[in-house]
């Protein structure tokens, strides 16, 4: 496992704290860790080797196809035999935080004359079209970056293309640097930038394992709370990556349990819309528009920027509208208050939410009840008291912004053999530790 870098800086201002893990922070991180085991999130080796295979095929048929649109364009044998196509992947399979079944976002760059819209969309579509090995072939050409999609022996692909200056793609290519971009349009550059962003994100956390680990629980939590979607104007997968990336560079030594806490804790308190930057913006003498609010005014309009790290820089959630912003702020206020129970009583009470609303067939109106599992490490029978982030936790829910007139919430302590059978799924309780309890929080509005 990587170390932490003690004596280099990371992110645009200074760390907030350089304290590194205590033996209770270790045994905690190895318990998230074995959480996210047990929540099936990771994918298997077989699954991985087969990764790899089926992108070492893909790379061949894309070089066999640039071939063919090299002697079609009339090159002679020797510039056939040098043409060349590179891959390159980016999204969660680049940063290391993909799951089971999840697509491999994946880049070709080919030479100048190979182009986009005929050689791309019509000659490789239709190569692919005609494998065994591939299903569920699409294009889609209303993205922010064009793709085409399809299934190769089961691995989900979305292939994207850029074309790069030089007559002959070398081998080796090194799209990370600036020169790159040298004589390619907008579209190309947005192409070639899906890998540049996740090539300096990862170069930008002080730990990329602590990283990825708490990047794969903040991406799990989000979609268990509904506000991981960049097309409903809630945060994609680069925006949530540098979001976790910031926290670690403001805690540089921390480990994935002290890092998950202080990633609510940052964003409760973040002042939107200052934005979220891993790096400085610096000026390039190529002439691509960056994100600048003093230069361009549509920039101002942004209420969550999340500016990625790699030229030209761009705001990663300019979806985000004045309601989703307040969604998720609500989500890391709820997040925060979690950890704060943990914290208020010196880490001697773990607690569990589990995201899933329930409803009691036998109450009447409309009404939601979540549950949040309680279990002491004390062994020494001493009481602890959570009335204090009780009491806050309800103030907070009361001043929500969709709070309205009729509206009620009610907490309440509940022991586990007391839980209603609804909560679990076959209907029965199974045998567990008698020292879990669970606080109840239930939501209800008189009014409808």
């Known amino acids: 496992m990587a170390t932490s870098k003690k004596n280099s800086r990371h992110g645009v201002t200074k760390p907030i704290s350089l304290v590194g893990p205590s033996e209770s922070d270790l045994l905690r991180t190895e318990e998230l860790n074995k959480l996210l085991v047990d929540a099936g999130i990771y994918e298997s080796e077989d699954e991985s080797i087969k990764r790899k295979e089926v992108l070492a ?38 940063l290391g935080v993909h799951g089971p079944g999840a697509s491999i976002d994946t880049l070709c760059v ?16 239709n190569i692919l079209h005609e494998l065994k090995e591939v299903a569920e072939l699409q294009q889609v050409l209303d993205y ?29 290519l090194d799209i990370f ?10 579209p190309t ?45 809630f945060l994609g997968g680069v925006s949530w990556a540098i979001l976790v990336a910031r926290v670690c560079q403001l805690y540089p030594n921390a480990v994935p349990s002290m890092l998950v806490s202080r ?44 500016i990625t790290p790699a030229y030209p820089y761009m705001n990663s959630s300019s979806n985000v509208s004045i309601s989703t912003l307040g969604v998720m702020i609500e989500q890391f206020l709820f997040g925060n208050k ?3 129970i943990e914290r208020d009583t010196m880490r001697m009470l773990q607690c569990h939410p589990y995201p899933h609303a329930y409803s009691d067939p036998l109450k009447q109106g409309a009404h939601k009840i979540f549950f949040m599992g309680l279990q002491s490490r004390q062994s020494d029978g001493q009481q602890l008291d959570i ?57 209800s509005n008189d009014g409808s």
């Open 110 to 125: 080919g030479p100048c004359y190979v182009n986009q819209d005929d050689d791309f969309f019509l000659g490789l579509h």
């Open 189 to 233: 550059a947005r192409s070639l930038t899906c890998c540049r962003d996740v090539d300096q994100i990862l170069k930008h956390v002080p730990n990329v394992e602590h990283f990825r680990t708490t990047l794969r629980c903040i991406r799990f939590w989000a979609k268990k709370r509904g506000v991981y979607s960049n097309v409903t104007g």
């Open 144 to 172: 922010h970056v064009p793709v085409i999609k399809f299934k190769f022996d089961g691995i989900s692909i979305n292939l994207v293309y850029a074309s790069v200056s030089p007559l002959v793609v070398p081998h080796g």
């Open 177 to 186: 640097e600036d020169t790159v971009l040298y004589n390619v349009d907008e």
């Open 387 to 443: 009335s204090g982030s009780v009491d806050e936790f309800r103030h907070m829910v009361n001043m929500c912004m969709f709070w309205k007139p009729g509206m009620d919430i009610y907490v309440s302590h509940v022991r586990r053999k007391k839980i209603p059978t609804y909560v679990f799924p076959d209907g029965y309780k199974s045998s567990r530790d008698k020292s879990v309890e669970s606080v109840e929080a239930s939501t």
């Open 263 to 306: 990633f609510f804790r940052v964003y409760t308190h973040w002042r939107w819309p200052n934005p979220v930057m891993l790096c400085d913006i610096q000026e390039k003498e190529l002439e691509f528009a960056s994100w600048d609010p003093r230069k361009n005014p549509e920039d101002r309009k942004h209420h969550m920027p999340i």
């Open 338 to 340: 979690i950890c704060e």
């Open 57 to 94: 095929k893909i790379e061949q048929i894309v070089i066999i196809w640039v071939k063919q649109i090299t002697r079609i364009r009339g090159y002679d044998d020797h510039m056939v035999q040098d043409a060349n196509a590179a891959l390159f992947t980016f999204g969660s399979y680049q």
